[in-house]
């Protein structure tokens, strides 16, 4: 039902030249699965699909001039993709009054009998007003984070030994960088090579900077979509390391990103009541 | 361990801890030779990076130190910068190094804590033992390729 009122949504702003692409999601090659489309003729609408296997964040497109090109996007954005969408306005990477969010919840992504439901709201205003109220917080609970405390709890070697293990798989695709819609550098640090901070070859040295950088770079703007870990290859636990970060923020900065377009992104910025007890 | 000699690495701000360490060595204070000063424009300028080369590189232990918040011949850089540490000592907590990285605020005026506090790190970074970590990556990976290639 959903899916039908998000074709309907989409053909009428394409008709009526609000937007000029839409991006979206069609049926996968596989049973159970989406891939990415781009829809500019109103007449191929009905190959939008929505399901609770919309995994993919669809906001690392909006930065990319090869969309940029095609003028005024329409995007179908799942919760979590609306935040990451609003922390793209908020670092200046895209134009809000240029977008229509086609906004969607879907609880349980994955599982098959899982509700889908359609935000009421276009504009990025809006969905800031529907996530303060609805969601706020949430996400700085779960797995993940029952994770991470056990990773806490044990001792500095350990928890450099776990990650050597983890890391040692990496093979450096940066699948984890094409995923995310906040990894938009047109130059990664990784593809510097005067000087040469990452080692490129799949080499224990280089793996450990690469993950290391990678964490870093999104520390305090990561909305933990899970995007990264899922393009991973070989399953290394990259949502540990954002989580890491992204609850630090919290707590020490009382920031959580992606509800707020308009504010300064928390390590842009400082307060002098910030901690200070570990410089001496 | 006691014949152990650690490597330090020292970024320092160029307005206040450098003119600090400068201060130390024109009032003849002695203090351990371990620490190599690199002189960064502001702490703000210190990319985590920095930290991580170093440790690659074979350092045992890293001071980062700058100019009191208020300070700052940038007026904000070492309060920026002191955000950006809280987070990354967070993330260097998680992926297994601690007690390697120390942070200080040192002024221009003063010699004596400077002269202090590198004897202090030199003493803890002793009580902890030399930084094995990578150069074991290292060693285990160059293995593993003579494995691979008789």
């Known amino acids: 039902m959903s899916q039908e009122k998000l074709q309907s949504k989409a053909k009428a702003l394409l008709e009526s030249n609000e937007a000029d692409l839409i991006i979206g999601y069609q049926k996968g090659y596989v049973a159970n699965s989406t891939r990415p489309i781009f829809i500019t003729q109103p007449e191929d609408i009905g190959r ?36 990451s969408i609003i922390v793209l306005v908020q670092e200046f990477q895209i134009k809000a009054e240029d977008m229509t969010i086609l906004g969607f919840n879907c609880p349980e992504l994955g599982n098959p009998d899982a509700a889908v439901s359609l935000y009421e709201a276009a504009r990025i205003e809006d969905y800031e007003r529907i996530l303060a109220n609805e969601t706020k917080g949430t996400e700085l609970a779960g797995e993940t984070f029952d994770e991470l405390d056990g990773l806490l709890a044990m001792s500095p070697e350990e928890r450099f030994n776990f990650w050597q293990e983890e890391f040692s798989r990496c093979i450096k695709c940066y699948a984890c960088r094409a995923a995310c819609p906040l990894c938009y ?15 490129p070859s799949a080499h224990p040295r280089g793996n450990w900077a690469w993950n290391f ?17 899922r393009a991973c290859p070989v399953d290394i636990p990259l949502m540990l390391l954002n989580a890491a970060l992204a609850r630090e923020v919290a707590e020490k900065f009382d920031y959580l990103p992606g509800y707020h377009s308009k504010i300064a992104p928390p390590l842009a910025t400082f307060s002098p009541d910030d901690e200070a007890a570990f410089i001496h | 361990m006691n014949d152990f000699e650690p490597k330090i690495l020292a970024f320092v701000c160029n307005w206040c801890t450098y003119l600090g360490a400068d201060l130390a060595g024109t009032s003849r204070l002695k203090y351990a030779p371990n620490v190599r000063i690199i002189n960064i424009p502001c702490t703000g300028r210190l990319n985590p990076l920095f930290v991580l080369k170093a440790f690659e590189r074979g350092a045992d232990g890293v001071i980062i130190s700058g100019c009191h918040p208020a300070d700052c011949h940038y007026t904000s850089g070492s309060s920026i910068a002191r955000r950006r540490w809280i987070v990354f000592r967070r993330l260097l907590d998680v ?56």
Request: charged share 25%; proline share 5%; glycine share 6%.
């Open chain 1, 213 to 229: 950088a990678r964490a870093w770079h999104l520390a305090g703007r990561c909305v933990l979509c899970g995007a990264c870990e």
């Open chain 1, 48 to 83: 939008l699909v929505l399901n609770p296997f919309c995994h993919n964040n669809l906001a690392v497109y909006l930065t990319k001039h090869e969309i940029k090109k095609w003028g005024r996007p329409a995007i179908v954005a799942k919760t979590e993709d609306i935040r």
């Open chain 1, 185 to 199: 550098c047109e130059r990664c640090i990784t593809e510097v090579n005067q000087p040469l901070w990452i080692e």
């Open chain 2, 95 to 150: 992926l297994g190094i601690q007690g390697r990285v120390h942070f200080f605020w040192v002024s221009a005026a003063e010699g004596r804590k400077w002269a202090d506090i590198t004897d202090e790190v030199t003493q803890s970074i002793k009580r902890l033992g030399p930084f094995t970590a990578f150069p074991a990556l290292e060693n285990a990976w160059a293995a593993s390729r003579r494995l691979a290639r008789p």
